[in-house]
T-cell receptor
Framework: GNSVTQMEGPVTLSEEAFLTINCTYTATGYPSLFWYVQYPGEGLQLLLKATKADDKGSNKGFEATYRKETTSFHLEKGSVQVSDSAVYFCALNSGGYQKVTFGTGTKLQVIP | DAGVTQSPTHLIKTRGQHVTLRCSPISGHKSVSWYQQVLGQGPQFIFQYYEKEERGRGNFPDRFSARQFPNYSSELNVNALLLGDSALYLC?????????????FGPGTRLTVL
């Protein structure tokens, strides 16, 4: 079956540091890949997505590239801000409907 | 525009009871999906409904059921509650049932089973 593995947190960074959150997946077929973010006290929000190999999703300074050869979709940001503190979920969908498989989440804390 | 709304916000039940959770999708969205998020874990897919028909079901027991109404709102029902059903229940809506379509999540209903 489908599964998503992402690096365990919490991850603590200083403001303006470089961020990488690793994500690898196992899936049948050709999945679409997503990063969702959950800010404290708020619901899940789609951060970015990529629907085919070599696609790069980007939003709010975050980027992730769909790497089929390594089955990875690592999240990166060049300079994090305190406001980026949240839980980040890597996810995929490979079915004909909207069954999204999520990773366990990585908590990011950015300190001034 | 209003986002996805869910009610109630919080709920406390005892083992063996039944619960109904409600979701109103974004206006114009015809697809509603339900997820269970246990504390410290990622959401797990329970159901998807599109145009009032079940399109997908996750690996949950038959105690979990759902339906979608003509106005595309949805209910999730859980019978014979167990302690392990304590979780945040999330509803998500999208305009189509296509797998690549963006899902918009509501704030969730926090269910506590005592």
């Amino acid at each position: 079956g489908n599964s998503v593995t992402q690096m365990e947190g919490p991850v603590t960074l200083s403001e303006e540091a470089f961020l990488t959150i690793n994500c690898t997946y196992t899936a049948t077929g050709y999945p679409s890949l997503f990063w969702y973010v959950q800010y404290p006290g708020e619901g899940l929000q789609l951060l970015l997505k990529a629907t085919k190999a070599d696609d790069k999703g980007s939003n709010k300074g975050f980027e992730a590239t769909y790497r089929k050869e390594t089955t990875s979709f690592h999240l990166e940001k060049g300079s994090v801000q305190v406001s980026d503190s949240a839980v980040y979920f890597c996810a995929l969908n490979s079915g004909g409907y909207q069954k999204v498989t999520f990773g366990t989440g990585t908590k990011l804390q950015v300190i001034p | 525009d209003a986002g996805v709304t869910q009610s109630p916000t919080h709920l406390i039940k005892t083992r063996g009871q039944h619960v109904t959770l409600r979701c109103s999708p974004i206006s114009g969205h015809k697809s509603v999906s339900w997820y269970q998020q246990v504390l410290g874990q990622g959401p797990q897919f329970i159901f998807q409904y599109y145009e009032k028909e079940e399109r997908g079901r996750g690996n949950f027991p038959d105690r979990f059921s759902a339906r979608q109404f003509p106005n595309y709102s949805s209910e999730l029902n859980v019978n014979a509650l167990l302690l392990g059903d304590s979780a945040l229940y999330l509803c998500a809506s999208s305009s189509t049932s296509v797998s690549t379509d963006t899902q918009y999540f509501g704030p969730g209903t926090r269910l506590t089973v005592l």
